[in-house]
């Protein structure tokens, strides 16, 4: 697939950052840098700038925060033409600082959001477009919105410069008619903007969710090492840098930084297919008890779980 | 997905038997068809009938030949409406035995083949026909094959009395826009037949594509516990039987086997997604190389693995 317009986000160090609390070392978070550059990648996000406030430095590493100074200093003297982005949550806005984007090393602030928050992600929105950064507008968890209330959150992002909004399928719970049916609902209702794609990796889908999103012009897709990310994780970048046949990506640092890093990384943390995880995209549900259960002996206790939570209701 | 006409296979002891040479335990064997039956699997394949001729026993464990009192003798006292499928290849046929259905535990015999060898497929394929038994042809490589004789084998095929005929993605190489392609093709120049969908998961798109043929009308689909198969495995059945929704299905017997089996056997034999496997399929080439270099100390060199074959040529 070649299609001039199609960017690729790495979201390695900030989803995976959700498996460590954001503990990753100086020195992995540089080689990703590195290695990604090399490939060509378009963006690379390193992570959450969160509020202090909600969430104790005590209990983070620093990709929780993303410090303009703590960026500069990793990335400094590497070569790149790798545009730098962070994650803020729209619910969760308090003392964070934002510099004008010429004072600052990141490009673009991807602001997460809910439905029920789409006037705080606007806020924000706004806000940091005023200060001259790329925006884009995440809304979560879709799979259990109804149209109505999502198709307002639309019209109202519609008249906002975020300049790309992001079809997200939080729960992994998608298949291809449910991306073609939301892919087609976003560009109706929001004309003229980049819609991107981010989807979770439950039931080994989120390699062939990305590529439906392009066959239905998503231009911004989001991919990760190895498919690190929270639970099943996400779209493999490897798989993407396979298929994507624009000449200016390269899959051998990709291959590298992957044997390097991300398959001796299995040994301290897990994350990617496993039955808990099908179980809840199976179930259009939030992973967290999925998650929860890979930390307890019952682990591999499949079939107990599935008639744990079958019959829970939202 | 509801459709009625929708049948699964499950390949889970076939294609899985490609790892350790069919040294499955009775025990094992017997512990999955019980479960399959529970949950409401419409075939069971249990092995190849290989020739001793060109498969010297000491070599191989016992689901390399399917002796009809072998399987008889292993599933003795389950209660069980699920068909059992053996597999032959075309063209590697000499003495093996075939008795009259009645006669046979088994239901079904799928014959796979190459392109080049397709007039041995359709002699072995009227002659098992004619004992009574459901057949089905399984064109191997097809993503190696151009459409001209691909083109001129199904018009063959079409001929004989073949039930069902499979698009195989021997390489785990095909997206979505392939699968509709081969789908439409064969539904062309195969009236009247049902079409199968068996995919390898090297790219992690063995379940999407499976999905893709069910929407393309394939009415009879392959899965495999846990994706267990060579390399990178098959569809996973777990996922296939959450997608399904004929009341006939229950998840839970599969969950179970797989926690009970599948996991502890990980650390015996290893299949699944792994770079290795994913380079070949980026590739379109046998994923034999891939297996190769997992048995080396090498295994997680990918960044060298990929140079070296992606410059080869067939």
Sequence with gaps: MYREEIKVLDCTIRDGGLINNHHFTDEFVRSVYKSLSEAGIDYIELGYRSSRKYAPPGDYGAWKYCDDDK?????DGIDSDMKISIMVDAHRVA?????PVDESPVDMIRVA???KDIDKAISLT???HDLGYETTVNIMAISKENDHDLIEALDQVAKTPAGTVYVVDSFGYFFCEQIQYFMNMFKEHLPGKRIGMHCHNNQQLAYANTIEGIRFDSNLVDGSLYGIGRGAGNCPLELLIGFLKNPKFNIEPVLKVIQDHMIPMLDDIEWGYMIPYAITGILNQHPRSAIAMRQTKQKDKYAEFYNEIADLHD
Tied chains: 1, 2.
């Design 95 to 99: 003392e964070q600082v934002f510099k």
């Design 113 to 115: 959001t809910y439905v």
């Design 71 to 75: 960026i500069s200093e990793v990335i």
């Design 126 to 128: 706004n806000k940091v």
